[in-house]
């Protein structure tokens, strides 16, 4: 055994820790036919990203599980990896050579793509990195990357794959446009968010007529494609005009009034222009009314030639000129504020255009039908379970997926064109699908073939994460494009490895990926992807507020990991986030794992010096009968907390684990046991004991915090290997038995008494004469007497007196209730006692606090409140009166322990 230093000094250890595990290959997995395999893929991080909250969150849960199931003999695998991040890398590289002055079609795609991998190479793994100082346990030698070769043949494989079935199919529609990013959105890239706006008012001229409709529009440039006006057919106050002709005001074209039950009479006025090529609802009305798709919009949002006047300037001065012109013409009825949400690019944030373009997609329906079974007979289950409806109800009511990219970083479309077969009526004329490019044209010979410029949505690639990281389809010759593999063991492995067991991810994107990746599994491995989907919450600030950049909130997880060491922020984060919820941070939360991390060196230390260089780790525990109150408690207590600990663990309920070994750490085995344990330290059974103890708690806070573990464990044991390659402690239901607890319940309960008659006074230990404890019981007057030394030790008292009565008077003794005991505490004839002062300030105290309470209980009683409130918000409220209600539950006990 060594001697801890002095001092914890994180950085003397995390690093060196770390290491030593990962050269000692301790994170890689190989194939143990002996044993079950546990295995989880990691959201992988975009290539441009840098480690936040979010990602610190996220990946000490999944580190904490796969530690954990290692250590109870599975075979665990973390497959880790980075995702090219289509339209968020092109962007972030597209702004680099802006600062040179240059943009991508300046130097062309072919050089732009080089400047994307250099980027890469350069960058790309500085999130790699940064998981690593959060001491995450990913089988590194596997790391996989979304545009690798191997991974770019999986890709390839689905397309042709889905292509060939009719589920990809290529047509015209009205998809989500960023014009900043100059590229199609799918829905769930296009987030709507409330926004203020204006709702105008606008007179439509009736043709050989001095009457108008009035239309209502929040988007007024658009009218400039209208092909119809339309209301309800049961709309009395149209039902003349059906079928009349409007003078379209500026363009001065003629366009029908048409009857359609999808009009809402109760909008607006009841009439609505209908402009099918900028609106998904327009669009559907125009397919069925055969009306013309006008485009006004160039792909940057300017007006194009279809526009008129408004030709060439933005849409939103043209939003400006046409209200002035409208005006001057006296065709603008009102303008009224309008608040209605607006869809907005994921990326950059920029409003996004409907927009009738011609793009690639995939039929969902028949790929959901399998998946939605899984989640409905219980395969796949979410934690919270709450989450499955939401799932439930996007995969019933799920649309096509608009999957091409109008950006060059990406999978491109292995889709050629053969212009002498081309047919825009046929979007299947002239398309040749294939995994390499033709020579020529297989139904017409000729050599004039181009391949689209579109690549795929990201998602596209990363929904195959759980089987083409493993090397499927195995029929490619490299990973990397360098290395040469193993197909055969590669498909051993997915057959092993697959399905996972569970994903840990965040809310947002359950539709853009985990909902996919069920599909995807089902379509390609005829199996779910993964048993289990664990959804955590969302970190934000100490106000509720989402932490982000642009708003200034956000804590930086290295600079924590600088100030308090990684073992800190990994148990700080996971004790205060339960399942499901948001979680709240500010920077002085830290402040709890590290002053863990010091409880656990020091007490650590204080055991190895006690230990007397005595080697008790071959010794056996005595069997309960032969051991004293203090060590029979304290193995009752951990072998409790141990299966309370399972039980957290294996419901994915992390912060109730991480809260109970906190709990028994500090409170019993600290608090308690090791001053308990100084009276008889000299003996070789409460050594054991101590060691035991000692050793099997740090095997269960190793999947929390590896590294201070991990260095303590090899002092304390002598070895030279990782926690991480040891078992999980067992539950010795032998040494379980409720009469220690029972006994040294009693014992702590009047210690806790007598330190709360000297805190109501500031009294000092040398200052008490003596302390009486009385009851009316005696078998509990016999419990406290038979362990009075246990007492004098823990609550640092000399002298003791047992009575058997509880009605006595000690006349100027402090006096206190306590279960069936009272306890006298006399102090000695110099001291002045000043109680009823210091009762005067805790009342004080107390009254402030009930106020803060009845504050709170009328909030959280206020149904439209907590049904409107945001769920986090409502939590923390909960949990702030929750805390309000024990610090008075520990002001009533100092302030019961008086005369």
């Given at each position: 055994m060594?001697?801890l230093?002095k001092?914890?000094?994180?950085?003397?250890?995390e690093?060196?820790?770390?290491?030593?595990?990962e050269n000692?290959?301790?994170f890689?997995?190989?194939?143990?036919?002996?044993?079950?395999?546990f295995?989880?893929v990691?959201?992988?991080?975009?290539?441009?990203?840098?480690l936040?909250?979010?990602?610190?969150?996220?990946?000490?849960?999944?580190?904490?599980?796969?530690?954990?199931?290692?250590?109870r003999?599975?075979?665990?695998?973390?497959?880790?990896?980075?995702?090219?991040?289509g339209?968020a890398?092109?962007?972030?590289?597209?702004?680099?050579l802006?600062?040179?002055?240059?943009?991508?079609?300046?130097?062309?795609?072919?050089?732009?793509?080089?400047?994307?991998?250099?980027?890469?190479?350069?960058?790309?793994?500085?999130?790699?990195?940064?998981?690593?100082r959060?001491?995450?346990?990913?089988?590194?030698q596997?790391?996989?990357?979304?545009?690798?070769?191997g991974y770019?043949?999986?890709?390839?494989?689905?397309f042709?794959?889905?292509y060939?079935k009719?589920?990809?199919?290529?047509?015209?529609y009205?998809?989500?446009?960023?014009?900043?990013?100059?590229t199609?959105l799918?829905?769930?890239?296009?987030?709507?968010?409330?926004?203020?706006?204006?709702?105008?008012?606008?007179?439509?001229?009736?043709?050989d007529?001095?009457?108008?409709?009035?239309?209502?529009t929040?988007?007024p440039?658009?009218?400039?494609?209208?092909?119809?006006?339309?209301?309800?057919?049961?709309?009395?106050?149209?039902k003349?005009?059906?079928?009349k002709?409007?003078?379209?005001?500026?363009?001065?074209?003629?366009i029908?009034?048409?009857?359609?039950e999808f009009?809402?009479?109760?909008?607006?006025?009841?009439a609505?222009?209908?402009?099918?090529?900028?609106d998904?609802?327009d669009y559907?009305?125009?397919k069925?009314?055969?009306?013309?798709?006008?485009?006004?919009?160039?792909?940057?949002?300017?007006c194009?030639?279809?526009?008129?006047?408004?030709q060439?300037?933005?849409?939103?001065?043209?939003?400006?000129a046409?209200?002035?012109?409208?005006?001057?013409?006296?065709l603008?009825?009102?303008?009224?504020?309008?608040?209605?949400?607006?869809?907005?690019?994921y990326r950059?944030?920029?409003?996004?255009?409907?927009?009738?373009?011609?793009?690639w997609?995939?039929?969902?329906?028949?790929?959901?039908?399998p998946?939605?079974?899984?989640?409905q007979?219980?395969?796949?289950?979410?934690?919270p379970?709450?989450?499955?409806?939401v799932y439930?109800?996007?995969?019933?009511?799920?649309?096509?997926?608009?999957?091409?990219?109008?950006?060059?970083?990406?999978?491109?479309?292995?889709v050629?064109?053969?212009?002498?077969?081309?047919?825009?009526?046929?979007?299947?004329?002239?398309v040749?699908?294939?995994?390499?490019?033709?020579?020529?044209?297989?139904q017409?010979?000729?050599?004039n073939?181009?391949?689209?410029?579109?690549v795929?949505?990201?998602?596209?690639?990363?929904?195959?994460?759980?089987?083409?990281?493993?090397?499927w389809?195995?029929?490619?010759?490299?990973?990397?494009?360098?290395?040469?593999i193993?197909?055969?063991?590669q498909?051993?492995?997915?057959?092993?490895?697959?399905?996972t067991?569970?994903?840990?991810?965040?809310?947002?994107?359950?539709?853009?990926?985990?909902a996919?990746?069920i599909?995807?599994?089902?379509?390609?491995?005829?199996?779910?992807?993964?048993?289990?989907?664990?959804?955590?919450?969302?970190?934000?600030?100490?106000?509720?507020?989402?932490?982000?950049?642009?708003?200034?909130?956000?804590?930086?997880?290295l600079?924590i990991?600088?100030?308090?060491?990684?073992?800190?922020l990994?148990?700080?984060?996971?004790?205060?986030?339960?399942?499901?919820?948001?979680?709240?941070?500010?920077?002085?939360?830290?402040?709890?794992?590290?002053?863990?991390?010091?409880k656990?060196?020091?007490?650590?230390r204080f055991?190895?010096?006690?230990?007397?260089?005595?080697?008790?780790?071959?010794?056996?525990?005595?069997?309960?009968g032969?051991l004293?109150?203090?060590d029979?408690?304290?193995?009752?207590r951990?072998?409790?907390?141990?299966?309370?600990?399972?039980?957290?663990?294996?419901?994915?309920?992390?912060?109730e684990?991480?809260?109970?070994?906190?709990?028994?750490f500090?409170?019993?085995?600290?608090?308690?046991?090791?001053e308990?344990s100084k009276?008889?330290?000299a003996?070789?059974?409460?050594?054991?004991?101590?060691?035991?103890?000692l050793?099997?708690?740090?095997?269960?806070?190793h999947?929390?915090?590896?590294?201070?573990?991990?260095?303590?464990?090899?002092k304390?044991?002598g070895?030279?290997?990782?926690?991480?390659s040891?078992?999980?402690?067992?539950v010795?239901?032998?040494?379980?038995?409720?009469?220690?607890l029972?006994?040294?319940?009693?014992?702590?309960?009047?210690?806790?008494?007598?330190?709360?008659?000297?805190?109501?006074?500031?009294?000092?230990?040398?200052d008490?004469?003596?302390?009486?404890?009385?009851?009316d019981?005696?078998?509990?007057?016999?419990?406290?007497?038979?362990?009075s030394d246990?007492?004098?030790?823990?609550a640092?008292?000399?002298?003791?007196r047992?009575?058997?009565?509880t009605?006595?008077t000690?006349?100027g003794?402090?006096?206190?209730?306590?279960?069936?005991?009272?306890?006298?505490?006399?102090?000695?004839?110099?001291?002045?006692?000043?109680?009823?002062?210091?009762?005067?300030?805790?009342?004080?105290?107390?009254?402030?606090?009930?106020?803060?309470?009845?504050?709170?209980?009328?909030?959280?009683?206020?149904?439209?409140?907590v049904?409107?409130?945001?769920?986090?918000v409502?939590?923390?409220e909960?949990?702030?009166?929750l805390?309000?209600?024990?610090?008075i539950?520990k002001?009533?006990?100092?302030r019961?322990?008086?005369?």
């Amino acid at each position: 055994m060594e001697e801890l230093a002095k001092k914890y000094s994180f950085n003397d250890i995390e690093e060196k820790q770390y290491l030593f595990a990962e050269n000692k290959s301790f994170f890689h997995a190989n194939i143990d036919p002996s044993k079950k395999p546990f295995s989880i893929v990691i959201p992988p991080p975009n290539v441009t990203g840098i480690l936040h909250m979010g990602h610190a969150l996220n990946n000490t849960i999944q580190d904490i599980l796969i530690r954990y199931k290692k250590m109870r003999g599975f075979v665990s695998l973390w497959m880790p990896g980075t995702d090219h991040a289509g339209i968020a890398t092109q962007n972030v590289v597209e702004r680099k050579l802006a600062k040179e002055g240059l943009t991508r079609d300046s130097v062309g795609r072919e050089k732009f793509l080089e400047h994307v991998w250099a980027w890469k190479q350069e960058y790309g793994s500085t999130i790699i990195r940064q998981l690593r100082r959060l001491a995450c346990a990913c089988d590194w030698q596997r790391t996989r990357f979304t545009m690798d070769q191997g991974y770019s043949d999986a890709v390839l494989e689905v397309f042709i794959r889905l292509y060939e079935k009719g589920l990809i199919y290529r047509g015209n529609y009205i998809i989500n446009w960023c014009p900043r990013c100059q590229t199609a959105l799918s829905d769930e890239e296009a987030p709507h968010k409330d926004t203020e706006g204006f709702l105008y008012h606008i007179k439509y001229p009736i043709k050989d007529s001095k009457e108008f409709v009035i239309v209502a529009t929040t988007r007024p440039e658009t009218m400039l494609g209208d092909s119809a006006v339309a209301v309800h057919p049961k709309d009395k106050r149209y039902k003349n005009l059906i079928g009349k002709t409007v003078i379209l005001p500026l363009m001065q074209r003629q366009i029908k009034i048409i009857a359609d039950e999808f009009v809402d009479p109760k909008f607006g006025t009841g009439a609505v222009k209908v402009t099918p090529a900028h609106d998904p609802n327009d669009y559907a009305i125009g397919k069925r009314h055969n009306l013309e798709f006008i485009n006004v919009l160039n792909p940057d949002g300017s007006c194009n030639e279809n526009a008129g006047d408004y030709q060439g300037i933005d849409r939103y001065e043209a939003r400006a000129a046409i209200i002035e012109d409208l005006k001057l013409r006296k065709l603008l009825m009102k303008v009224q504020a309008h608040q209605h949400a607006v869809g907005h690019c994921y990326r950059c944030h920029t409003v996004i255009e409907p927009y009738y373009s011609k793009q690639w997609f995939v039929k969902m329906n028949p790929l959901a039908q399998p998946a939605l079974k899984a989640v409905q007979d219980g395969r796949i289950k979410f934690y919270p379970q709450r989450w499955t409806k939401v799932y439930l109800n996007w995969m019933e009511n799920i649309q096509d997926w608009c999957i091409s990219r109008q950006i060059w970083w990406g999978h491109r479309l292995p889709v050629y064109y053969c212009f002498k077969c081309q047919d825009e009526d046929d979007y299947k004329k002239g398309v040749i699908v294939s995994r390499k490019k033709p020579e020529k044209c297989p139904q017409c010979g000729s050599k004039n073939i181009v391949q689209d410029e579109d690549v795929l949505d990201t998602w596209f690639s990363s929904w195959l994460w759980p089987f083409a990281t493993f090397g499927w389809p195995f029929n490619q010759s490299t990973v990397h494009g360098q290395q040469p593999i193993d197909v055969q063991k590669q498909e051993k492995e997915l057959e092993y490895f697959y399905p996972t067991a569970v994903l840990v991810t965040a809310p947002e994107i359950i539709f853009f990926w985990v909902a996919r990746m069920i599909m995807a599994g089902f379509e390609f491995m005829s199996d779910i992807p993964f048993k289990d989907v664990y959804i955590h919450g969302t970190v934000r600030d100490d106000t509720g507020k989402k932490m982000s950049k642009s708003l200034g909130n956000s804590i930086d997880p290295l600079e924590i990991i600088s100030e308090y060491g990684t073992d800190a922020l990994r148990f700080s984060l996971i004790s205060i986030t339960a399942m499901g919820q948001d979680i709240f941070l500010s920077k002085e939360k830290f402040e709890f794992g590290r002053n863990f991390c010091n409880k656990i060196w020091n007490a650590s230390r204080f055991i190895l010096m006690n230990l007397d260089g005595v080697d008790v780790s071959c010794e056996k525990i005595p069997p309960k009968g032969k051991l004293n109150l203090a060590d029979a408690w304290i193995l009752s207590r951990f072998n409790s907390t141990l299966k309370k600990l399972n039980k957290s663990l294996a419901q994915y309920r992390l912060n109730e684990a991480a809260n109970v070994i906190y709990e028994f750490f500090w409170h019993q085995f600290c608090d308690w046991y090791i001053e308990a344990s100084k009276q008889n330290i000299a003996s070789i059974a409460t050594k054991t004991v101590l060691y035991n103890t000692l050793e099997k708690s740090l095997r269960i806070m190793h999947p929390f915090m590896p590294l201070i573990t991990d260095e303590i464990w090899q002092k304390v044991t002598g070895n030279d290997t990782s926690i991480m390659s040891q078992a999980w402690p067992e539950v010795e239901e032998d040494y379980i038995d409720e009469d220690p607890l029972n006994q040294m319940q009693r014992v702590c309960d009047v210690c806790i008494s007598i330190r709360n008659l000297r805190s109501l006074d500031n009294i000092k230990p040398s200052d008490v004469s003596f302390v009486t404890i009385g009851s009316d019981n005696s078998l509990s007057l016999q419990i406290v007497d038979h362990n009075s030394d246990y007492i004098k030790n823990l609550a640092k008292v000399d002298n003791i007196r047992f009575i058997s009565r509880t009605d006595v008077t000690n006349p100027g003794a402090l006096s206190a209730t306590v279960g069936d005991y009272v306890v006298f505490m006399t102090t000695k004839g110099n001291v002045t006692v000043n109680s009823q002062e210091n009762k005067q300030k805790i009342e004080a105290q107390i009254k402030e606090l009930n106020q803060h309470i009845m504050r709170k209980e009328k909030l959280l009683g206020n149904v439209n409140y907590v049904k409107k409130a945001p769920l986090a918000v409502v939590e923390k409220e909960k949990q702030s009166l929750l805390e309000l209600k024990l610090e008075i539950e520990k002001l009533e006990k100092i302030r019961s322990a008086g005369k």
